[in-house]
């Protein structure tokens, strides 16, 4: 486009090796594809993507909604149980509608839309309380974790959401194509399989991942094409300077909060899904997950940069180790030093490698 | 003059409250609201105290009290470190996890020396894991301090970093189980008490006292768990340093205007590296003292989010996340009013996870009255 | 000529304390007026309520001949009063040309649809105007965050001259250049009053003032205290009327 670097040009050399430094996240998520590929088994499978792909999907939606906050230079600790909160109240509203009388094709969508619904409201009150009544992201966004976890497991009663439709497991664990060698089908099995062939027969594209990428990337366009984007970055990177060029800073934060409770609630539903069981602790363990995923992913915790792209890639990067050393039968419990240790490596780096500087 | 934008809000909310013409009694009721507001945490403790007693008698006995300054012990521990971190301006996401890389490390080695098939003496098994606990405990303190002070690693990012490292050390030590099989000699210590009382035996210091009939043992009026004296004389030696020394004042100089710390001789990052160490030893003391009173090393489990509530009582006790104010004495009222509320609660039988939606609203209002009246000094 | 601007009885209280009391000021086309005071005599309160930061307590604001109530910065904006800041009110994350259009991006359509930022455009544009300041700025897709203070203070005045301002506020516009620098600044806003663009400057620099503005209004404790024609007056007499050693 408009810078063009030959290398005996020392600066666009300078450059070079920043772009690579920027980037050190997706090189590093190669190197531990191509690790985990060689060192495991059956990691580079078709199969074995899938599964990362639908293991990282909790962390992934939770991130993407908190890199709009981050980048605001605000944090949202209220979506481990926004993930929880909604997702019982999606199953409640499923049970109690099937209990009801109404068929799965109805109870479905409006148990779906009730909790999305419900799921803006801590955001709502998340961003009133920091934009309006300027408590520190930190605190707010804590004080709701307590509430919505209180209020997820009064609603469903302190146990686990069971008796959901069972069409709700069928699209949280579909795939969107089946394939045998000869035969191909949409969403569902192909019909009268031998069973021989049952067991190879292939799913490709797993539904949840289909969802979950289609909200990312609308909102990725968002981000970076918008004008809500670019007023999102110039709140984090100088609040009074957006307030002064007349951006309405408090009606965006309140935005920027229910953006992250939409994706939070997302991931509820799709929890759901997946487990056919609405359960008011889900995706409490995955919050700080979500966090070094952003700040893996480029961000940086004062506000004003990042990008969704990043952060997928950090998603990426922790799903893969999981699955990685789970492959490799190595206990679990080095994920926590190793993900601590990316993190922190992470803000290293950045430090290391400033902004690219454009000549022209 | 312009104001600072803290006092023109004081100002605007003291206009708000402040409708009496005359001007002396103006002043009287700002000065008392100052004074209810300045101790709001201990009037509602107080005030939390009566509402439970009135529903629950039970709740107002020496053994009640006991049973909450014991269950707060590990969180007071925390949140002192914690104190400190915060009022230099940083924040510290790993303590909840060094206290179960102690418990861990510090049982082991009890376990291990006690094992070696009546080798050594009790005590002395007990003592040097002790030691080992503090000793390693204070390794992951030195390593968020040299993070943030001289890779100026964010302090969120660094101890959330630190957090993930030390549960998985914690677990790699113990492969995922309670480290167990301790000298049963560290039970008795972890739960003995200063001094026993009853009808039968009278006084009696630290040994518990042999009855043999049932009522008598349930008369036992037991004062003073020595856990909460250990952590009492931790918790006025840390208070005391950070509001009598040097130390304590450097510490409150970073928080509030580190440039002007920095630029007036302070050697601001080995402050911190200490900072962060303090708040590690702590946590790593804590640790210990889970490990006596359990009789078991066990690493923190996922959801007991222990650093939040001690984020959170530092928070309520007048700290604010910038830096530069908070007091060890308000973050053990927080402490205390966080601890009262939970025991509280299944007192009267109310869900534990009530508790959750309190202390949100809680920490929110201490927030709320801190940016309302900022002037209400807090570190003296 | 009529007055563009005209500020009556103008009080600004911060609860008890009074920081702006009973002012008053009138501004013609094509003005150049300099506001002085030493620190804490209101000045820089003064221009917020003008350009939309704080809502006076009292007083009445006419701009253009008609009382205007500007509740926030866009009101301001939208009528045509820019403001350069002290702190030039920049988002140091974003680029310049992202910078001059902040708060008023061009957009287009996408898809026929969406409405996305048109980068293009917005480069384009900047580029234009920062060629006629005169102004020299390697590359506008650079981030704030790598430019000098002068060519900061560069970016916030072309923002406002982009816009079309019918009344420019500066509050301290040369405190953080060079010589050189200073001067272009100085140019600018002669060439602003030859376009009968009025200009209210608020600058500790006497001599720069004295260079380019027609009238001063000089404040203490919230109060005016002197108002001078430059030509009848002299820095020593200003400097006493700031200090209070002459009486206005």
Redesign the interface.
């Known amino acids: 486009m408009h810078k063009s670097f030959n290398f005996s040009d020392r600066d666009g050399l300078i450059n070079l090796l920043t772009r690579i430094g920027r980037n050190w996240a997706i090189i590093f998520l190669l190197i531990e594809l191509i690790f985990f590929s060689v060192t495991g088994t059956g990691y580079f499978s078709l199969l074995n993507f899938q599964n990362i792909l639908v293991a990282s999907t909790t962390v992934m939606l939770l991130a993407v909604g908190q890199t709009f906050v981050i980048i605001t230079g605000g944090i949202d600790l209220s979506v481990g149980f926004i993930v929880g909160f909604s997702g019982v109240i999606c199953a409640k509203t499923m049970v109690t509608l099937v209990a009801a009388g109404a068929s799965q094709i109805l109870s479905i969508p409006v148990g779906i839309t009730v909790a999305l619904i419900f799921g803006l409201v801590p955001g709502l009150v998340n961003g009133l309380l920091v934009a309006k009544l300027r408590v520190p992201a930190f605190i707010a966004t804590f004080g709701m974790y307590g509430v919505a976890y209180g209020v997820a497991e009064i609603i469903s009663g302190n146990v686990p959401v069971h008796n959901l439709p069972p069409a709700v497991g069928f699209i949280g664990n579909g795939y969107l194509l089946y394939y045998l060698p000869g035969k191909l089908s949409l969403f569902r099995m192909p019909d009268n399989l031998a069973p021989e062939e049952l067991k190879l027969a292939v799913g490709i594209v797993p539904n949840v991942v289909i969802i979950a990428l289609f909200l990312i990337l609308i909102f990725t366009f968002i981000l970076s094409r918008t004008r809500f984007g670019q007023h999102t970055y110039a709140i984090g990177g100088n609040m009074e300077a957006a307030k002064r060029a007349g951006i309405n800073v408090s009606r965006h934060l309140i935005k920027i909060y229910m953006i992250s409770s939409f994706f939070a609630a997302s991931a509820g539903i799709i929890y759901v899904m997946k487990f056919v069981t609405g359960r008011a602790d889900a995706g409490s363990a995955r919050m700080l997950d979500a966090v070094s995923a952003v700040v893996i992913g480029g961000a940086s915790l004062f506000g004003g940069t990042g990008t969704i792209l990043g952060t997928v890639i950090g998603a990426l990067i922790i799903a893969c180790l999981e699955i990685g050393l789970v492959n490799l039968a190595i206990p679990t419990f080095n994920l926590y030093i190793a993900v601590g240790a990316i993190l922190i490596f992470a803000v290293l780096v950045d430090q290391f490698f400033p902004e690219i500087t454009y000549k022209k | 003059m312009v104001p600072s934008r803290q006092r023109r809000h004081l100002f605007q909310c003291l206009d708000t409250i402040c409708i009496f013409p005359d001007l002396s009694a103006m002043k009287n009721k700002i000065n008392f609201q100052r004074l209810v507001l300045k101790n709001w945490v201990l009037i509602f403790l107080l005030l939390l105290i009566c509402f439970f007693s009135i529903l629950e008698p039970a709740f107002f006995s020496i053994r009640n009290v006991n049973n909450i300054l014991i269950a707060s012990t590990a969180v007071l521990l925390l949140a002192a470190g914690e104190t400190f971190v915060i009022i230099s301006g940083g924040i510290d996401l790993s303590v909840g996890f060094i206290m179960g890389f102690s418990a861990v490390s510090s049982a082991t080695v009890m376990q291990f020396l006690f094992a070696k098939g009546a080798g050594y003496p009790e005590p002395v098994c007990i003592i040097a894991g002790c030691l080992a606990g503090l000793l390693l405990g204070l390794i992951p303190g030195l390593v968020n301090g040299i993070l943030v002070a001289r890779f100026r690693v964010p302090p969120f990012i660094a101890t959330l970093g630190m957090y993930g490292i030390a549960n998985g050390v914690a677990m790699k030590i113990c492969g995922g189980f309670p480290v167990s099989f301790l000298p049963p000699l560290t039970g008795k210590i972890g739960n003995g008490y200063l001094a026993y009382y009853s009808s039968k035996s009278g006084l009696s210091l630290f040994q518990k006292p042999v009855l043999t009939d049932r009522a008598d043992i349930l008369a036992l009026v037991r004062l003073v768990p020595v856990s909460v004296i250990i952590v009492a004389v931790l918790l006025i030696i840390f208070g005391l340093i950070l509001s009598k020394t040097r130390f304590g004042q450097h510490t409150y100089a970073i928080g509030g205007n580190v440039d002007a710390a920095i630029r007036s001789g302070i050697d601001v990052p080995r402050h911190l590296i200490r900072t962060y160490v303090i708040s590690s030893f702590l946590a790593s003391c804590a640790g210990v003292l889970l490990v006596l009173r359990f009789t078991m090393g066990n690493h923190t489990q996922f959801g007991a989010t222990y650093e939040l509530f001690a984020i959170a009582s530092v928070v309520i006790g007048g700290a604010s996340l910038m830096g530069g104010k908070g007091t060890i004495y308000g973050t053990v009222v927080g402490v205390l009013l966080l601890g009262s509320l939970e025991i509280g609660f299944v007192m009267i039988g109310v869900e534990v996870f009530y508790r959750y939606i309190a202390v949100g609203c809680i920490l929110i209002f201490a927030v709320l009255v801190d940016q309302v009246f900022p002037d209400l000094v807090h570190n003296e | 000529m009529d007055p563009i601007l005209e500020i009556k009885n103008i009080t600004k209280k911060?609860?008890?304390?009074t920081?702006v009391d009973d002012f008053n000021m009138h501004l013609s086309p094509g003005e150049v007026l300099g506001l002085l005071g030493d620190?804490?005599a209101?000045k820089?309160?003064v221009i917020k309520m003008i350009?939309g930061?704080y809502p006076p307590t009292k007083g009445q604001i006419y701009f253009q001949g008609k009382e205007i109530k500007i509740q926030?910065?866009?009101d301001a904006?939208n009528m045509g009063i820019e403001?350069i800041?002290q702190?030039?009110?920049?988002?140091?994350?974003?680029n310049v040309y992202?910078?001059i259009f902040?708060?008023?991006?061009k957009?287009k359509k996408?898809l026929g649809l969406?409405?996305?930022?048109d980068h293009d455009y917005m480069l384009a544009e900047s580029k234009t105007v920062l060629k006629g300041l005169d102004i020299e700025i390697?590359?506008l897709?650079?981030?704030i965050?790598?430019l000098s203070g002068g060519q900061r203070q560069a970016v916030a005045i072309s923002r406002s001259i982009y816009w079309d301002a019918k009344l420019l506020i500066m509050d301290e516009p040369t405190a953080a250049l060079g010589v050189a620098e200073q001067q272009k600044v100085l140019d600018l806003v002669r060439t602003l009053k030859t376009q009968n663009v009025p200009v209210i400057i608020i600058s500790h620099q006497i001599h720069d003032v004295f260079s380019v503005a027609d009238r001063l209004v000089v404040m203490r404790r919230g109060k005016k205290v002197g108002e001078r024609i430059v030509k009848e007056t002299n820095p020593d007499e200003v400097v006493g009327l700031i200090v209070g050693s002459v009486e206005g």
């Open positions: 911060f609860g008890g304390l920081a620190n804490g209101g820089s309160t350009s930061v926030n910065p866009m904006l403001t800041y702190d030039l009110a920049l988002a140091e994350n974003l992202s910078n902040l708060g008023r991006e957009l996408s969406f409405n996305i930022l390697p590359s897709k650079n981030k965050a790598m």
